[in-house]
Structures are given as C-alpha cells and as structure tokens.
C-alpha cells in the first residue's frame, strides 16, 4: 500500500477528526453569537460582522453533515431517506456549499477593512461603519445568492458505495455523468477564492504598515484600548490564514479535476477527503476559538454568561482600613523651615 492508497483508506477516520474539531467550535460559535445579541456593549460594527461570517460558517457546517458527513459515516441507515428526498435536495448541497463559501470570503473582507479603518480613521471609524455596515451585509448576502442559485440546475445523484458483499456501506451526491456544473463550481471557487486572498492580504498589510507608523509616532502605547484593537487586528489576520488553507484547497481541487475528471482515482479520493478537516480549520475553528483569545472583555462576558455565579473565578480585593490622623498648625512637608504652614486641620493618611 503506497502512501495515496494509505491516505484513501482514513476516510472515516479523517471525517470523525473533522466532527471532534466542528462540534465543540460550533457550539461556542453559537454561544458567541447569543452574547453578541444579548450584550449591548458588543452591538458594533466588528462584532456584527463577526456574526455575519459566522453565520455563513454555521451554514456550511450543517450543509457539510448533510451532504457529505453522514452519507459516509451512515449510508445504509439514511439512504432510504434520503431516496425520497425531492431532486431539488440533492443539488441544495452545491447551493449552500457555494454560498458559504463566498459569504464567508466576503464577511471576512469587510472585517479587515473594519480593522483598517479602526487604525487609519479612529475618530470617523463609528460613523463611517454605521452607513459601511448595512451596505456589507447586504453585499455579503445577495452577491453569494446570485452566483449559487445558479447550481440548483446541477443534476446531483446518489452514487452508492459497495463492499466486497456488494452491500451498500455509504453513498455520495454527486453530479451525474456527462455533466459540467462540477467542473464550473471548481473552476469559479478557486478563481474566487484567489481573488479575495490577494484583496485581503493587500488590506492587512496596509493595515499592518499603518499600525507599525503609528507606533513610531507615539512614546508609550499601552493602553488598555490599544491593546484590545491589536488583538482584534491580530484576529483578523489569524482568519485570513483560514483563506490561505481554501485556496490551497481550492488549487489542490482545480488539479486533480484536470487529472482525474471523473473521481475514480485514489489521488482524486485523497484530496477530497481532506475537505471537511481543512474547512472547518480554516473556518469555526479559527474564528470561533480565537476570539475567545483576542478579546479579553468579550471571553469574561461569556464566562457571565453561561456559568452560575459560584463557579466563576472572581478576584477577591482586599481593602486596608484608612488611619486618619488630624494635626493643627503642621508643615505641609513636615520640616521646620517650610513655607507651607497649614493653619486648618491637616489630614494625614496612614
């Protein structure tokens, strides 16, 4: 067995790796986005976007079960429901995967130009963001819809997978043969997903050069606020190396559709079975798990959240009783020869 096959033979095992890192991240992206809605404090620009993206990621995860996850994982159980499902279901899978995708790579652009102009506009950043903000949503929403709903034409199909008994073991919804909706939808993510690497990586590094000058010009920046806004820049940057995994993914795609158009292949079964694992790093993974580092104020707020009163960790301040001693008639700094004689009750604290 030669290294493709071996990688081939950890299907299951490389979707139950994807399914121990989505669930946890997809429960606390869920969590974030209810603190998000209930905490006024987070009603901002930022955290509106972050949950615009992370609804698109909580999409594509369930689309992922439903197209892919469990038709592997469980096919003989399913395969009766989903046989009654109606056409139009089947192609659902391309719709969402498409949408999602292209949701995402916008939400995350306009969460770095909201770092951008965080850095460059600090004192128009507010305002500008309250008209940018409806303009990105919309944006992130209706662009990603015109372009998938062209794939409910795509003709999917159950193809099941036989053992050596010639019992079903699972099964895949796949376009059917001679069609080429496939192929497009390849071709345009990674022609897509190129396109907004290059964007972002052009903002962040404005950004990045931005932050550095402003540094140069200031003698201490330590402040509370400045630290947060570092860790949020630094966040954004962490997600875009989530888009660096997709377009890898999507060149690794484009390649192997060119060798093997059909997907019968082992090289063409070891990449794609990559998929789940690299999408839901580059995706709830990331986004989820690294606000919760970036934003100190925002992980104490979840923390209040969800945990009872007694199990949060509190910081118990000691307060030292005050000693008050009155002097009449004593020197300010108590030497005989100083000018400041305080001729009402002096108040000395011990």
Request: some cysteine; aromatic content about 14%.
């Given at each position: 067995m030669n290294l493709i096959e071996w990688i081939v033979s950890l299907r299951n095992e490389l979707i139950y790796f994807s399914i121990i890192l989505s669930i946890p991240s997809l429960i606390l992206y869920i969590s974030e986005i209810i603190v998000i809605i209930f905490k006024k404090q987070f009603h901002n620009s930022f955290y509106s976007l972050f949950c615009l993206r992370a609804i698109m990621d909580i999409l594509y995860v369930f689309d992922s079960y439903y197209g892919f996850r469990l038709p592997i994982l469980f096919g003989p159980l399913i395969l009766p429901l989903y046989s009654k499902l109606p056409k139009i279901f089947y192609s659902l899978f391309s719709v969402i995967s498409t949408f999602t995708f292209q949701g995402n790579n916008?939400?995350?652009?306009?969460?770095?130009?909201?770092?951008?102009?965080?850095?460059?506009?600090?004192?128009?950043?507010k305002k500008l963001w309250n008209k940018l903000l409806p303009i990105s949503i919309l944006i992130s929403i209706i662009i990603p819809i015109c372009f998938s709903i062209e794939y409910f034409n795509i003709e999917n199909e159950i193809i099941p997978e036989l053992d050596i008994n010639n019992k079903i073991i699972s099964f895949?919804?796949?376009?059917?043969?001679?069609?080429?909706?496939?192929?497009?939808?390849?071709?345009?993510?990674?022609?897509?997903?190129?396109?907004?690497?290059?964007?972002?990586?052009?903002i962040s590094s404005f950004t990045i050069i931005l932050h550095n000058q402003k540094n140069k010009t200031k003698i201490k920046n330590s402040t509370v606020n400045s630290k947060i806004q570092i860790?949020?820049?630094?966040?954004?940057?962490?997600?875009?190396?989530?888009?660096?995994?997709?377009?890898?993914?999507?060149?690794?795609?484009?390649?192997?559709?060119?060798?093997?158009?059909?997907g019968n292949q082992p090289?063409?079964?070891?990449v794609y079975q990559q998929y789940p694992w690299v999408m839901d790093t580059?995706?709830?993974?990331?986004?989820?798990?690294?606000?919760?580092?970036?934003?100190?104020?925002?992980?104490?707020?979840?923390?209040?959240?969800?945990?009872?009163?007694?199990?949060?960790?509190?910081?118990?301040?000691?307060?030292?009783?005050?000693?008050?001693?009155?002097?009449?008639?004593?020197?300010?700094?108590?030497?005989?020869?100083?000018?400041?004689?305080?001729?009402?009750?002096?108040?000395?604290?011990?």
């Open positions: 916008y939400a995350t652009t306009f969460i770095l130009l909201n770092r951008l102009t965080t850095i460059a506009f600090p004192f128009i950043h895949q919804l796949i376009e059917k043969s001679g069609g080429n909706y496939s192929t497009i939808m390849t071709y345009f993510n990674l022609i897509f997903s190129i396109c907004f690497l290059i964007i972002c990586i052009i860790k949020l820049l630094f966040y954004a940057l962490i997600t875009l190396f989530g888009h660096i995994l997709c377009a890898i993914l999507m060149i690794l795609f484009w390649i192997i559709y060119k060798i093997d158009p059909t090289i063409f079964k070891a580059s995706t709830v993974v990331l986004s989820s798990w690294s606000l919760l580092w970036a934003s100190n104020s925002f992980r104490q707020e979840l923390i209040k959240f969800y945990l009872p009163k007694k199990m949060q960790f509190s910081n118990k301040i000691t307060i030292s009783p005050i000693v008050l001693t009155i002097h009449r008639g004593q020197r300010l700094n108590g030497k005989e020869n100083s000018p400041e004689l305080i001729n009402k009750d002096f108040i000395q604290i011990k």
